[in-house]
């Protein structure tokens, strides 16, 4: 039996494994309710995986001290490891240090020697040194306190000329830079992200949705008259869903309209993302076709430009590395430990993954497996420089998980990097790498030349002297058969 024709049996096999998810193929390997750790092969099909986090501890109100949460919608992990719950539906927000232990509740603040309060919040921000930005959503503002829980700034009514004279602001998350500018999603824009100046002035737009039409809706606009154009849908682009920023000041974006659902916005609002994967980054696409399109909700962007997503639709949580491969899913729907009703927010403690179900008011830790620490810490090591270190990690990954496709493709480009080029050749074709085999490939074919260059060298000689010199032996010899010819006549 030829290696392809086994491959694509096992292929076959490990699918059905997948459907019927018992006996001797084990655990279901795709998106079914029995909750089976899965990931994708490079052909596109589920398969079998160990699982990268597994659910530890359930939080709630009641067990932390605080009381009930009613309907939060957010959730933020600073530096320092501090843990902010926006409990939306009580207008306050919860503060606890990494060991979940209440540290402060804010639910009113002075201003101008009143109390304010908020009014159900959906966005929360802190950053770094301490300053907490909320979207309060139901008095269409953000509110800006300092470390101290004091009034530093409201920002709200924003006037431009590039508004419209009736906008009303309703903010629903923020994400605030090292320069405190803030980026802003608010209801009903379509633009994309509202950015402010560090003093709450509103300057721009940034990274709005580009308009996608189907292909018979341009053939038709084609045909159509004025009269019947004007009579069309207005198409309006989609609005994003959430956002996050990392270190570099960078923005990750999520939206609802099936086309580039996660971006990386630089500073001018270019998407950046790399999308080298199997599949471009977004939910939990295989089973789309089965029970509709993915819904994004959230995106947490971590260390290493590793960043995850949550897909409200199955619940489930996504993590994928800077060049958009697929590292590892958990998560799902139901009542058991580990499960969701309704997933509102995500964020990371370190390594573990905190996720807030605002129909239950719970918060969820997930913590990491020997196999996921494993596979984080080989994407961390490629990302710095450490070749070595990488290469030996999705080793270790790869004996974990023989179906990590894309973990072949790491260590290709482990030895990539070191110089090993036919061995890279064999871990991208293993992966199905396809561009960077034909970038091993050829800095194998240069490598060779180079080092056998004077072995080539020698032997191009020997053949060049040689057809010289039978060229002199046949144009000799051709001259004394003239002469003889000649001679005869």
Known sequence: MSKSMLKV????????????GVGACGSAVYADESGGSYNYSARGNPVASPSAYQATTLWTGEKLGVGAFKEPSDLH?????????????????????????????????????????FNNPQGLFVTDNGHVYVADTGNKRIVHLDPDGKLAQIVDSPKSESLPADFQFKPVRIVVDKAQRMYVMATG??????????????????????????????????????AQKSQMVMFIPTEFTNLDIDDQGFIYATNGQGYEDVKKLNARGNDILRREG????????????????????????????????????????????????????FGELGNQLGEFDTPSAFD?????????DKALGELTVFETTEY???????????????????????????????????????????????????EAMDYFERSLDQKNYSKAFVLYRKQVLRDHFTEIAGVLFALALSLYLWRRYRKAKGGKNIVAAQQRV
């Not at 306050?92 to 020697?113: E, L, N, Q, Y």
């Not at 992200?193 to 606009?221: H, L």
């Not at 990690?393 to 496709?405: H, I, P, S």
């Open 9 to 20: 049996k096992t292929c076959i096999l490990v699918a059905l494994c997948g459907m019927i």
């Open 77 to 117: 992990v600073t530096s320092d490891r501090r843990i902010y719950v926006l409990d939306s539906g009580n207008n306050r927000i919860v503060a606890m240090d990494d060991r979940f232990k209440p540290i402060g509740t804010i639910d009113s603040f002075d201003r101008d020697g009143q109390a304010d309060r």
């Open 189 to 226: 824009v379509y633009d994309g992200f509202m950015e402010f100046s560090a003093d709450g002035a509103f300057t721009s737009f940034i990274g709005a949705n580009k308009v996608q039409f189907s292909p018979a809706e341009r053939f038709w606009k084609m045909l159509s008259t004025k």
């Open 278 to 329: 199997y599949f471009p980054p977004g939910g939990d696409w295989w089973t789309s076709s089965y029970d509709g399109y993915p819904r994004l909700t959230d995106i947490d962007v971590t260390d290493s430009d590793i960043y995850s997503l949550l897909d409200v639709k199955r619940g489930r949580i996504l993590t994928y590395n800077g060049d958009g491969y697929l590292m590892y899913v």
């Open 348 to 356: 990371r403690v370190g390594d573990d993954f905190l996720v807030l």
């Open 372 to 422: 996921g620490r494993t596979l984080n810490e080989a994407v961390r090591s490629y990302y710095r420089g450490d070749e070595e270190q990488a290469d030996r990690l999705y080793e270790k990954a790869t004996r974990m998980n023989a179906n990590l496709d894309f973990a072949y493709s790491g260590i290709g480009k482990a030895k990539l990097r070191q110089g090993e080029y036919a």
